[in-house]
Every structure is written in C-alpha cells, then in structure tokens.
C-alpha cells in the first residue's frame, strides 16, 4: 500500500543553518503530497502543499519539490529561525483525495 | 469561526472502561475525518463522512471503535471496552469536499489505566 518514509530525527540546527528533511514515497498513481508542521502544543497545521510532478510548494521560508523520478519531496529552508522549532510530517493524500497518509514525522530544534 | 474544536482535550479512564469524544469541524466543511496518533508516529487514518454518510470505515481498528455525524455537523467517536493499546491521540480533522486541505483539531489525549 501507500506509505510515506522521512527521515528520523531530532534534527538540531543553530539559528540561520541551512535544514533538509528528507521525504520519500510509495503510491499508485499520482498522489498529492503535503508538509504539516505541529508546534508545541497546537494542532497539525498544514506548511506546504504539492498536487503534481515537478510542482514546488512554498511557505513561510520553507519549499519543497514533487519529484516523481526519485519519488521524493523534501523539505528545505534557506536559513532556520528558533521559532521553527517544531515536528514536520510528510504526507501525501490516497487516490481518492480523502485519507492522510503521514510519515513518522522529524523533530527539528533550532538553537539561537 | 475558530477552527476545528475536539472535547475533551484530555481523557484518562480505565480498562474496560467506554469513552467518547466529539468534534466540532469548521461549519462550511462537508468532510470530517478521524486519525489516530501514537508516540513517535504519524496520524493513521481512521475514518470519514461526507456530511452525515460515513463513507469509509473499513480502517477503524476494531469493531470496538464506532463513529457518528448524526445531522452533518459534529461527530463522536467511541470507544468501546477500552484497552491500554488505545492510548493515543485521536485527530479531528475537516476539509471542504475531497483534495482540499483538512484542518486538523488540537486533539483529544486518551491514557487507558
């Protein structure tokens, strides 16, 4: 079935440092794909979004690419600010646009 | 409107036990979703209603768990003779229609003693 494979963390990063998160798929068909991110205690808030090859999806600093070749859409950011601080999911929608299928999700702390 | 809301943001019960949680989606949104999230993992999808039709249920864990949207507006979810796997965090999320982006809930914590 679908699944989605991210990179484990925590990621530990200093104020400004460059950030990748790696994301990798599975899926039949041509799934959308997704970035949420969840802040300490609030809610999955979607980050960034993707419904076809080679689009970028951008936000708030953070991009990522739908890379069908590679099945990949990683997630970057140019220059990390502490109130990043967060756990990122990757995740892409099923055929019929309605389950969430997540990876176990990146815990990324930045340090001023 | 605020947001997803979910009630009670905290449930501890024990074994046995039967509990039951609601959501309150965003108002103009058809879809209502339910996902469970365990330490260290992902939110596994449930399942959802588009307005009051439960439309996928098949992913719901066991025959234990049950949901409702009676009147297309809030859903419950129960959980019958709870069990100490149960202990998660169980997701509402809602979206207007499918391939939109679902608004997710803050959660509702359930430990099973």
């Known amino acids: 079935g679908d699944s989605v494979t991210q990179m484990e963390g925590p990621v530990t990063l200093s104020e400004e440092a460059f950030l990748t998160i790696n994301c990798t798929y599975t899926a039949t068909g041509y799934p959308s794909l997704f970035w949420y991110v969840q802040y300490p205690g609030e809610g999955l808030q979607l980050l960034l979004k993707a419904t076809k090859a080679d689009d970028k999806g951008s936000n708030k600093g953070f991009e990522a690419t739908y890379r069908k070749e590679t099945t990949s859409f990683h997630l970057e950011k140019g220059s990390v600010q502490v109130s990043d601080s967060a756990v990122y999911f990757c995740a892409l929608s099923d055929q019929a646009g309605t389950a969430l299928i997540f990876g176990k999700g990146t815990t990324l702390s930045v340090s001023s | 409107d605020t947001g997803v809301s979910q009630d009670p943001r905290h449930k501890i019960t024990k074994r046995g036990q039967n509990v039951t949680f609601r959501c309150d989606p965003i108002s103009e949104h058809n879809r209502l979703y339910w996902y469970r999230q365990t330490l260290g993992q992902g939110p596994e999808f449930l399942t959802y209603f588009q307005n009051e039709a439960q439309l996928e249920k098949s992913r719901l864990l066991s025959d234990r768990f049950s949901a409702e949207r009676p009147k297309g507006s809030f859903s419950t979810l129960e959980i019958q003779r709870t069990e100490q796997g149960d202990s998660a965090m169980y997701l509402c999320?809602?979206?207007?229609?499918?391939?939109?982006?679902?608004?997710f809930g803050p959660g509702t914590r359930l430990t099973v003693l």
């Open positions: 999320a809602s979206s207007f229609d499918s391939f939109n982006e679902q608004f």
